[in-house]
């Protein structure tokens, strides 16, 4: 009896040793995939699970009742088939045949989600890469262990990128497109001026200054309010330098993007004029429930003001999320006398509530339809009902004046087409009277022969193919060739004439 113990021990020996070697086969692959692709061990061993799994209800060709489980400790496999274990040697051959492209899939999909969350956690911040190729227009920068698209639309206007080089841009999107992750960069969002700044100055890196906003059109203009946690530290002065000599790098890397440096404060009074520099303001009117501020200036400072084609009140609008309209004291009295006469026609509104619409800032019908009774309500003393109509009648006369104000467009460009039309046909007709006129002044003026002088017969040149001259017709006189004519010489085979 002990002999035959004995024996199914020995016996049984290679298959524990198998699985043995199983198990430190499964902890070296789940160190080696934590290692290299910095995937949970955990996510690891549900993959192997899941791919055995699999792999066992195909061999047994049933579509549930397989449990399988690994030690986390040990990497030992154990699977149960409904009450029975699967013996160790079935289940080798099991997992050796496994579905090896479900278990690829699991830590492909673990290795997406790592690269997922690191760098959805990065979004906005700057990354190095080097570019790999460049497809259409589209760049593609390796960032080490992974790469990213860098569009045409999120580059810089002018700028064109070459395989090797080393580029920087933030993080402007991450998404997952089936197991994949596409990560987006950008050189054209206002973040990568600000992290460009986070990385040349060493007050804003260590949060003595802080960027409290930034506004960039990529490629032409930028604006940028920063503050100062420190009285002694002059915040605009730390971001230029020494004449200029700190931003020189960013404005460099931006391919000479005009940097506008302003100083923060909190009260829109103080900021507005600030982001509007270089330009003088004279008084700036805030108001908030329209989102909206009146900005007024000399007539000699509007259009230094408004910027080149609106940019520099557009950049400082963003600057300091508001609405920014410009305008001359002559242009606000008239749009004040406007409103006033509009707002009287309005139901139940009085000189008191005439005057509330434009204190708020309401300085036309269509701005009345951006809010609703209920809002109105809270500053007309006026009740609920009162204040709908209010905005039922602005909503009518403002879609009657934007119809108005269509058919006047199309009325205009339909007389400017009438009136070129008009133009060249006038400009035909001139041109043929022209020409008419030239043609009865020839008629009536025709140009004079050549009289031949006196004593020199008349030439009449005739050609050879006219004929004989006619009996009568004096005769054209042939200049004579003083050269002997050739005789040609019969050739071979022909009878001389």
């Known amino acids: 009896m002990a002999v035959r113990r004995k024996k199914a021990e020995v016996l049984d020996a290679p298959k524990a040793k198998d699985h043995l070697l199983m198990g430190k086969e499964v902890l070296k692959l789940v160190e080696a995939m934590k290692e290299e692709k910095r995937i949970s061990p955990e996510v690891i061993f549900s993959g192997i699970e899941a791919a055995i799994q699999l792999a066992a209800l195909r061999h047994f060709a049933v579509e ?14 154990s699977a149960r088939f409904g009450e029975n274990e699967i013996e160790p040697a079935t289940l080798g051959r099991i997992a050796a045949q496994s579905a090896k492209q479900v278990m690829i899939q699991k830590i492909r999909e673990a290795e997406s989600d790592t690269v997922f969350n690191e760098y959805s956690a990065k979004k906005g911040d700057m990354l190095v890469g080097t570019v790999t190729r460049v497809d259409a227009g589209t760049a593609i920068v390796n960032l080490g262990k992974t790469e990213a698209l860098l569009p045409r639309s999120e580059q810089i206007p002018g700028e064109t990128h070459h395989v090797n080089e080393r580029v920087k841009a933030v993080v402007f999107e991450v998404r997952k497109t089936g197991h994949r992750v596409k990560i987006v960069l950008s050189r054209a969002h206002p973040d990568f001026v600000k ?16 960027i409290r906003a930034v506004a960039r059109e990529a490629g032409y203009r930028s604006k940028l309010a920063v503050s100062s946690v420190d009285m002694k530290v002059d915040c605009v002065g730390a971001c ?38 270089p330009a003088a303001i004279s008084d700036v009117f805030t108001y908030p429930r329209l989102g909206r501020a009146i900005v007024l200036v000399e007539d000699d400072q509007l259009s230094l003001a408004i910027g080149r084609r609106g940019q520099n009140v557009r950049l400082a609008s963003k600057l300091v999320g508001l609405d920014l309209e410009i305008m001359t004291h002559e242009e606000l009295g008239e749009s004040l006398e406007r409103a006033e006469r509009w707002f009287r026609q309005l139901p139940h509104c009085g000189e008191e509530q005439v005057q509330a619409l434009i204190e708020e800032g309401f300085l036309s019908y269509n701005e009345i339809t951006f809010v609703d009774g209920q809002e109105l309500n809270l500053f007309m003393k006026l009740d609920l009902a009162q204040c709908d109509e209010i905005v039922d009648y602005a909503e009518l006369y403002a879609r009657m004046m934007d119809d108005s104000v269509e058919e006047e467009r199309r009325q205009v460009e339909e007389a400017a087409a009438a009136e070129q039309a008009a133009q060249a046909e006038a400009d035909a007709a001139a041109a043929h009277a022209e020409a008419l006129a030239q043609a009865e002044a020839l008629a009536a003026n ?28 004096p005769a054209v006189a042939v200049e004579a060739s003083t050269e002997e004519p050739a005789i040609e010489e019969p050739k071979p085979n022909e009878t001389p004439a």
């Open 240 to 277: 230029v330098g020494v004449r200029g000599s700190r931003i020189k790098n960013i404005i460099e890397e931006l391919n000479g993007e005009r940097i506008d440096i302003v100083r923060w404060n909190d009260s829109l009074q103080v900021l507005i004029p600030n982001a509007l520099q």
């Open 64 to 77: 549930e009742g397989v449990m399988v489980r690994i030690d986390r400790a040990t990497g030992e496999i």
């Open 195 to 210: 992290s460009l700044f986070e990385e040349e100055i060493p007050e804003i890196n260590d949060r003595t200054i802080d």
């Open 446 to 473: 025709p140009p004079a022969e050549e009289v031949p002088a006196e004593g020199e017969p008349a030439a009449i040149e005739s050609s050879p193919e006219e004929g004989p001259v006619a009996e009568g017709e």
